[in-house]
T-cell receptor, first 113, second 113 residues
Framework: GQQLNQSPQSMFIQEGEDVSMNCTSS?????WLWYKQDPGEGPVLLIA?????ELTSNGRLTAQFGITRKDSFLNISASIPSDVGIYFC?????????????FGKGTKLSVKP | AAGVIQSPRHLIKEKRETATLKCYPI?????VYWYQQGPGQDPQFLIS???????DKGSIPDRFSAQQFSDYHSELNMSSLELGDSALYFC????????????FGPGTRLTVT
């Protein structure tokens, strides 16, 4: 079935550092989204992307919709401690009538010891 | 702003028992989705409803059923519970599905003993 390959699986951040993560697929998707999930909580929508090549920002977060429509990138600038959590990429899958989300495996951001 | 409400937040059941999870979407949202997230896993799509009709079906076991009511709230009914059903269950809602922007509730943590 369709799957999203998200990397890196985990990373450590030091306050003030920039962070990058990406998501790739062998399938074309017309909508990519990025979510953040804190432990025991529901995913929170960060950014939604609708157009190939589109670059969208939300505060210190910037995401890009790859030109091939098979990938997406998320950058976090000047990271702060509250950025810690799990970031999921997701793509809208129109397997049926309304569509549902398929998710990458997540990138876990932790604070550097 | 109002968010998705899920109840209960935590539920403990024994094997072979039944469970009912409830979801109240964001006001005016007409589409509800159910996802299951195992420990350390990404959310997996189970089923969705649009305007009270089932719209898409994912990896939902036959032991599970769901419906959306006239007030747009949804219930996920789970019977003959198995140990492997222990997971976080999320409900998400959207206004239609064209944008793919799904907003998640806080989840119900189901533990089957």
């Amino acid at each position: 079935g369709q799957q999203l390959n998200q990397s890196p699986q985990s990373m450590f951040i030091q306050e003030g550092e920039d962070v990058s993560m990406n998501c790739t697929s062998s399938s074309i998707f017309n909508t990519w989204l990025w979510y953040k999930q804190d432990p025991g909580e529901g995913p929170v929508l960060l950014i939604a992307l609708y157009k190939a090549g589109e670059l969208t920002s939300n505060g210190r977060l910037t995401a890009q919709f790859g030109i091939t429509r098979k990938d997406s990138f998320l950058n976090i600038s000047a990271s702060i401690p509250s950025d810690v959590g799990i970031y999921f990429c997701a793509a809208l899958n129109y397997g049926g009538s309304q569509g549902n989300l398929i998710f990458g495996k997540g990138t876990k951001l932790s604070v550097k010891p | 702003a109002a968010g998705v409400i899920q109840s209960p937040r935590h539920l403990i059941k024994e094997k072979r028992e039944t469970a009912t999870l409830k979801c109240y979407p964001i006001p005016r949202h007409d589409t509800v989705y159910w996802y299951q997230q195992g420990p350390g896993q990404d959310p997996q799509f189970l089923i969705s409803f649009y305007e009270k009709m089932q719209s898409d079906k994912g990896s939902i076991p036959d032991r599970f059923s769901a419906q959306q009511f006239s007030d747009y709230h949804s219930e996920l009914n789970m019977s003959s519970l198995e140990l492997g059903d222990s997971a976080l269950y999320f409900c998400a809602s959207s206004l239609g599905s064209a944008t793919g922007e799904q907003y998640f509730g806080p989840g119900t943590r189901l533990t089957v003993t």
